[in-house]
């Protein structure tokens, strides 16, 4: 069960990288720095803006999930 999870763990970290790499810079942070987001604006989100969001916001549940239950997993293991 441990090692599911653990695979599971991987899979979902690797999924999360690259999906934080997709979004746009939002502006104010390191990419002001290197002359990215000079005309961005934040009201207009298209569709595949939002449903990026939302499948990161899903793989991050899957992600803390699975953290949550390898950390039970093994504190109750040697018992």
Do not use: P
Not at 9 to 26: E, N, P, Q
């Amino acid at each position: 069960m441990i090692t599911a999870f653990t695979i599971l763990l991987v899979l979902t970290s690797a999924i999360m990288i690259l999906l934080v790499l997709l979004h746009k810079g939002r502006g104010g942070g390191l990419s002001d720095m290197f002359g990215g987001g000079v005309s961005s604006s934040l009201g207009g989100s298209s569709v595949a803006e939002r449903n990026l969001d939302r499948f990161t916001i899903g793989v991050g549940v899957i992600w803390f999930a699975c953290v949550i239950a390898l950390g039970l997993l093994m504190a109750y293991q040697g018992n």
